[in-house]
């Protein structure tokens, strides 16, 4: 039990983000979250990080949360 609390000392001791991160604007912060996610399905897709970025954005022009034009029900 001793060790698993010393684990959970350690733990809280190393921040997500190192002191310069944590300055880092919400803008920057996504952009690094996005190229992650690129990396990661490069990898699992076997594909190049610009494939992967072109996957993202061809998804994206396919998703539409809310129509053009709301169709009246007549």
């Known amino acids: 039990m001793a060790i698993v609390l010393e684990d959970i000392g350690e733990a809280k001791e190393k921040a997500i983000l190192s002191r310069e991160g944590s300055r880092i604007s919400g803008r920057e912060l996504i952009d690094r979250k996005l190229h992650a996610a690129q990396e990661i ?8 990080v610009a494939e992967a970025e072109e996957m993202i954005k061809q ?13 009246s029900e007549e």
């Open 41 to 48: 399905l490069a990898e699992v897709f076997g594909i190049t």
């Open 59 to 71: 998804r994206s022009r396919e998703r539409t949360v809310w129509p053009e034009n709301f169709l």
